[in-house]
């Protein structure tokens, strides 16, 4: 438990709990948003009043397996995404645009039958840090997505980067 708050009595009026250190009362009082399972939360906000009466109990974090599925989610080609790039104006537009580029790292994953979900669940590394990385050049992307890519499909990080350049160098030549 972590206490965020006491009133001047020494009542504890704002706590951040686990599941496991909630109390029956304080379970029973658990609000979760429609649809949410406990399974996607690190801990909860337990509030009580000066008078050590209890007046509510909401989720506070996700886990960080919840998180990395949400940025994986956030970082892949939406709806709005969608009209965004037909619509919209400035970078905003380039922005969407570019989520629904083939890029020389998207191309290699999929031919590899992987994606920029898969390594970012298998290596650690957050999916939008592998995004942000295809939407730049080969030779601009950082030993560590490289490495990253390699340890997923199983090849060597010199055969990864020696794919990827092919892969640009074609893709330059068509554009």
Do not use: C, W
Request: net charge positive; hydrophobic share 35%.
């Amino acid at each position: 438990m972590i206490i965020k708050g006491k009133a001047k009595n020494g009542v504890v009026t704002h706590a951040i709990k686990t599941y496991d250190e909630l109390n029956e009362k304080e379970k029973n009082k658990l609000i979760f948003p429609a649809g949410d399972k406990k399974e996607i939360y690190a801990d909860y906000a337990v509030h009580y009043n000066k008078h050590n009466e209890l007046i509510r109990v909401v989720t506070n974090s996700f886990t960080s397996q919840y998180s990395a599925e949400l940025q994986i989610k956030q970082a892949q080609p939406n709806i709005i995404d969608y009209y965004t790039a037909a619509l919209g104006k400035g970078k905003d537009k380039k922005r969407a645009i570019d989520k629904f580029k083939e890029t020389p790292i998207k191309y290699f994953l999929k031919e590899n039958n992987s994606s920029i979900a898969q390594v970012s669940r298998k290596t650690g590394i957050s999916a939008t840090t592998l995004y942000s990385a295809s939407l730049k050049e080969v030779t601009k992307t950082s030993v560590t997505v490289i490495k990253a890519i390699a340890d997923t499909v199983d090849k060597s990080p010199g055969d990864v980067l020696d794919e990827l350049l092919i892969i640009e160098n074609n893709y330059n030549e068509v554009m």
